[in-house]
């Protein structure tokens, strides 16, 4: 029996970037018309690798810098949200080249907070597994705060919950603009053993 779900649903690529380099900050994104994806994630990505050096988001697990399965090879953001954070930060638009953005979609409400292990499938058979949800940073805020001075310190705050996710590639394949990736969740009830957490002695 299956133990992921298929939704019905589906969102669609508006948008796809890569940031080549971290020569500078703030991001310096660059958008693409399509996106061929390895094992790797997307080569010319500064996110690309199957392992990683572990950054402040594992701190409680790893020393900085241990080398990992790298889950975040790609950094997937939804049009609606993006719209919802230029609107409070009182701007028209946020340009995902700002974000670091891989991948902006627009069709599936809450995005932010899929299920990890969540699926998008394009209609070949592309697959990205949802790893976490990606927490703000300085680096946005810093790019937005260039290009409209007085609009990026509130980026942090405004932006909590509405970041998007991270992802990894389970089949590798090619994006394309306009293309349906296709969501699929896990099935499993949520967690309740959150009230009782477990302290290390």
């Known amino acids: 029996m299956p133990t992921l779900v298929d939704t019905g649903l589906a969102a669609r690529i508006t948008w796809l970037g890569t940031v080549p380099n971290r020569d500078r900050a703030p991001i310096d994104g660059v958008a693409l018309d399509e996106m061929t994806l390895g094992w790797e994630g997307y080569a010319a990505e500064v996110h690309a690798g199957l392992t990683r050096p572990s950054c402040s988001r594992v701190k409680n697990l790893y020393p900085r810098g241990t080398e990992i399965r790298n889950t975040r090879q790609l950094s997937i953001l939804s049009a609606e949200e993006l719209a919802g954070i230029a609107a409070d930060l009182d701007l028209d638009a946020i340009d995902p080249r700002w974000?670091?953005?891989?991948?902006?979609?627009?069709?599936?409400?809450?995005?932010?907070?899929?299920?990890?292990?969540?699926?998008?499938?394009?209609?070949?058979?592309?697959?990205?597994?949802?790893d976490l949800l990606n927490g703000p940073c300085q680096?946005?805020?810093?790019?937005?705060?260039?290009?409209?001075?007085?609009?990026?310190?509130?980026?942090?705050?405004?932006?909590?919950?509405?970041?998007?996710?991270?992802?990894?590639?389970?089949?590798?394949?090619r994006l394309r603009i306009g293309d349906a990736l296709r969501l699929f969740v896990p099935e499993q009830r949520a967690w309740t053993g959150q009230a009782a957490p477990v302290m290390a002695e």
Do not use: C, N, Y
């Open 99 to 130: 974000l670091g953005a891989s991948v902006v979609v627009e069709g599936l409400r809450d995005f932010t907070h899929l299920p990890p292990s969540s699926r998008l499938q394009s209609e070949d058979g592309t697959t990205l597994t949802v």
């Open 139 to 173: 680096f946005p805020a810093m790019s937005i705060e260039e290009a409209h001075p007085g609009h990026g310190k509130a980026f942090k705050r405004v932006a909590e919950g509405r970041r998007g996710v991270v992802a990894w590639v389970e089949r590798p394949g």
